[in-house]
């Protein structure tokens, strides 16, 4: 999908994730092609970087360029069992309220509880002690749309 980012964000494997459009998004002519096909809380991926500009005033450089997006891989820390390359998976959260080193990786951005993904690569078993005991695999995943 086509959307519009900072002229100075503009390269090739940026990833970001979608927080939202700015208030002055509100009356912008660009609001649709810019924010209009972005997921609040997903994390994309640049991959093509178009060539004419936009003026922009939230932007750096008062400027926005079009790119071409994905959603972004993630990785996540997950107790789900029999998981291999090329199955699918629901995400659902785990139980825990611990705020640990691994908490991004259990909790990552651009995730969503019952989000469908496609499990790309099993790193296997996570070598690092969870605080809670539990047993995590690292997983690489793909979103099923």
């Known amino acids: 999908m086509i959307t519009l980012i900072g002229k100075d964000l503009a390269s090739e494997g940026t990833e970001f994730v979608f927080l939202g459009p700015a208030e ?57 069992k029999n998981i291999f390359e090329g199955s699918t ?11 640990c080193e691994y908490h991004d990786l259990c909790f990552p951005e651009g995730l969503i509880e019952n989000d469908k993904c496609i499990v790309l690569k099993n790193q296997g078993k996570h070598k690092e002690g969870c605080k809670k005991g539990l047993i995590l695999n690292k997983l690489t995943l793909g979103f099923v749309i």
């Open 24 to 80: 002055e998004c509100e009356s912008c002519r660009f609001k649709s092609s810019c924010v209009g096909s972005l997921e609040v809380n997903r994390k994309y991926v640049i991959t093509d970087v178009k060539d004419n500009e936009q003026k922009c005033p939230i932007h750096a450089e008062n400027a926005v360029i079009p790119v071409e997006v994905e959603r972004a891989e993630i990785e996540v820390l997950t107790t789900s």
């Open 89 to 99: 998976f629901t995400y659902n959260a785990p139980d825990c309220d611990d705020y």
